[in-house]
């Protein structure tokens, strides 16, 4: 069965340093990958999305970017937080096709 | 602008009573229908999903689907106070991008 896997579970970063947030995908190849915020009682942002490796879609222009340098590895980074990036990240994955999304267990990112 | 649209509660019913929770989308010719169910604090969980017009049950949950009208519902039977959470509608058009659209989501309160 395939599985996904989000690290870390929370994070506190100051204002100013930089951020790389990681997911892996595991029994399922070429899957879709997306990266989600939610803001604190808010609805889901999409903010990336990638249908192979290299391949990324940025919906939200921001200060955060994403790489996907393997298949079922999917990062998301930025050289600098803002305090406006705080939230509840979230990955997740999908087959190719009109098919559900499946959601790690998240990240909660604080910046102080 | 493709959009979906839920009540945003919160829906409170007492237990045992039967939820309905409903979702209208914009995109005439979108093909996929989920519903996710996100405990606080939680990520996303997939729990139903329908692609034809019609009913498909799972357990006591049953999803409703009217392309027709735009229209996809959630009823759950016998709620439970287990049930309270946020659920999310999500849409997947027609042609090219296989992106999900969000609902803001409804807020379910299942009172013991």
């Known amino acids: 069965s395939q599985t996904i896997h989000q690290w870390p579970a929370t994070l506190v970063q100051p204002v100013g340093s930089p951020l790389s947030l990681e997911c892996t995908v595991e029994g399922t190849s070429n899957p879709n990958l997306y990266w989600y915020r939610q803001a604190a009682g808010r609805g889901l942002q999409l903010l990336f999305y990638?249908?192979?490796?290299?391949?990324i879609s940025s919906e939200v222009p921001q200060n955060l970017s994403a790489s996907r340098p393997q298949d079922r590895q999917f990062i998301l980074s930025s050289k600098k937080l803002l305090l406006s990036d705080s939230g509840f990240y979230l990955c997740?994955?999908?087959?190719?096709?009109?098919?559900?999304?499946?959601f790690g267990d998240g990240t909660r990112l604080s910046i102080l | 602008q493709k959009e979906v649209e839920q009540n945003s509660g919160p829906l409170s019913v007492p237990e045992g009573a039967i939820a309905s929770l409903n979702c209208t989308y914009s995109?005439?010719?979108?093909?996929?229908f989920f519903w996710y169910r996100q405990y606080s604090g939680k990520s996303p969980e997939l729990i139903m999903s329908i692609y034809s017009n019609g009913d498909k049950e799972d357990g006591r949950f049953t999803a409703q689907l009217n392309k027709a009208s735009q229209y996809v519902s959630l009823l759950i039977r016998d709620s439970q106070p287990s049930d309270s959470a946020t659920y999310l509608c999500?849409?997947?058009?027609?042609?090219?991008?296989?992106?999900?659209?969000f609902g803001k989501g409804t807020k379910l309160t299942v009172n013991p």
């Open positions: 990638s249908v192979g490796i290299g391949q």
């Open positions: 995109d005439r010719g979108s093909q996929s």
């Open positions: 997740a994955w999908s087959p190719q096709g009109y098919q559900p999304q499946h």
């Open positions: 999500a849409v997947i058009g027609r042609g090219g991008s296989e992106k999900l659209v």
